[in-house]
């Protein structure tokens, strides 16, 4: 069974910056993408950022310039270094990663439990 885990959500002022952690564990082969996403209340939940592992980054214009995700392929942890907050950032930040598991041909999605981003002054 593979599970992700996520950290580092909290309250920042307008202008801060804080970084988001997901570590995926489990029976796992390869781990092809890991990617971000968010809903904020009231709204639809959206793409935020994904990263493959051959380097291909996609972002969501809103979110260009001010958002970098990350990976460590060697510890199965991904990062979204959240930089410039708005108070539009506010919402729950949920991670996900396409895995193959050990014994698997085929890739499945995984979600972790979601990080509370609250921009406030």
């Known amino acids: 069974q593979v599970q992700l885990v996520e950290s580092g959500g909290g309250l920042v002022q307008p202008g801060g910056s804080l970084r988001l952690s997901c570590a995926v564990s489990g029976s796992i082969l390869r781990i092809h993408t890991m990617g971000w996403d968010r809903q904020a209340p009231g709204k639809q939940r959206e793409l935020v950022a994904r990263?493959?592992?051959?380097?291909?980054?996609n972002q969501t214009t809103s979110v260009k310039g001010r958002f970098t995700t990350s990976r460590d392929n060697a510890k199965n942890i991904g990062y979204l270094q959240i930089n410039n907050l708005e108070p539009d950032d506010t919402a729950v930040y949920y991670c996900y990663a396409w895995v193959q598991s050990a014994g698997s041909s085929e890739f499945r999605t995984y979600w972790g439990q979601g990080a509370q981003v609250t921009v406030s002054s």
């Open positions: 990263l493959g592992d051959n380097g291909d980054e």
